[in-house]
């Protein structure tokens, strides 16, 4: 198989941390530039003895500079980058010639004022957006195949959307009630020094945060609304556990009058069941996280509240994989015209 050479970006974080991870051992990947300022000049092994048997090991970190790494002969770039930083690297190495599958939020939101009232600051390159897809690859498989600049969807995102898409698109549920509560490890907040993100202040312990107007609920309500075909705003309570990586949401909506268990069983299953990372689970089984956490994989199930005629949708995946780096993968092999699970099959 002929190797597509593939840059990081921001290698050294926690998702670029699971990108080096699953290109290491990708058949269809040569890494040529793995980036980072404070590693630069120093082996991969050296940062990450856990990748000394790799066979790109003494690879070595170098600086973020477009130049340099368009030198290597990359073809493709993801970007594991801080949003904003990552619109000006996309842009510098677009015109170099390379593809671009970026894991920041920068390029996720088709208006730029959303972008602005959600991340506070104007957004870097409009320009852009009009040729951005949205990486989602369970809606928008033919979309991915001819871009060139890929914006992955974000974690928590992903484990709100896909459960839902099928019940607003086959109009079972109410969308003015849906509510998601999600729970998060603390690897999603990035591998950065932050007092609230010490082990003593996370370990044995629980928070909301982020309420009401968490940044991620613009691209859940972006796509929802596109799935309704009319405006859809929802309540969204993302929350930090103590676990190193996983997600668990839980999704409530009332059901349309007359709509039974089957008819949402059956919408799942008729949008799911070719999907390569998608499990249903069926009715009244909860996802967990650890049947997903360090696969690509996002586990799906459901239960009905007769009581309220609300469904309960239950999902789970791990932030940095399904919610970004193995997420980012999938999209790029479906690029290259790989099966999307090459690479991604760890169970
Ligand atoms: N963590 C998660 O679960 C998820 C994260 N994302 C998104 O993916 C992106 C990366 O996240 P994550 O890996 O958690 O972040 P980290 O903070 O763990 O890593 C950030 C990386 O970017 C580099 N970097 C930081 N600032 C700059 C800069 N100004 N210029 C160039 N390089 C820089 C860092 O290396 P150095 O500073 O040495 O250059 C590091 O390699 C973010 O946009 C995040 O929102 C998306 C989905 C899930
Ligand atoms: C636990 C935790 O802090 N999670 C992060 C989610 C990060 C992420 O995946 O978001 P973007 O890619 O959109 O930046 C947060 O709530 O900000």
Known sequence: MNRIKTAIVGASGYTGMELLRTLLTHPAVELTAVTSRAEAGKRLDEVFPR??????????????????????????????????????????????????IDLSADFRLRSPQVYEEFYGHPHPATDLLEEAVYGLPEIREEQIKNAKLIASPGC????????????????????????????SGVSGAGRKADLTLLFC????SARAYGVPK????????????????????????????????????????????????????????????DAAFVRLLGRGKAADTKMV?????????????SRTNRVILMSAEDNLCKGAGGQAIQSFNIMHGFDQRTGLENW
């Open 51 to 100: 990748f000394s048997k790799a066979r790109s090991a003494a690879l070595t970190f170098c600086e973020p500079d477009p130049d340099l790494i368009a030198s290597t002969g990359a073809e493709v770039a993801f970007l594991a980058l801080p949003h904003g930083v990552a619109a000006e690297i996309a842009r510098a190495l677009l015109e170099r010639g390379l593809k671009i």
């Open 156 to 183: 928590y995102p992903t484990s709100i959307i896909l459960p839902l898409l099928p019940l607003l698109r086959n109009d079972l549920i109410d969308h003015s009630t849906i509510v998601a509560n999600s729970m």
């Open 201 to 204: 202040e996370c370990n044995e």
């Open 214 to 273: 968490h940044r991620h609920l613009s691209e859940i309500e972006q796509e929802l609304s596109i799935a309704a075909a009319e405006n859809v705003t929802i309540s969204f309570i993302p929350h930090l556990i103590p676990v190193n990586s996983g997600i668990v949401t839980s999704t409530t909506a009332r059901l349309k009058p007359g709509v039974s268990a089957e008819q949402i069983e059956q919408a799942l299953e008729s949008a799911y069941a």
């Open 293 to 305: 956490t360090r696969t690509n994989f996002i586990d799906i199930g459901f239960e009905i509240d």
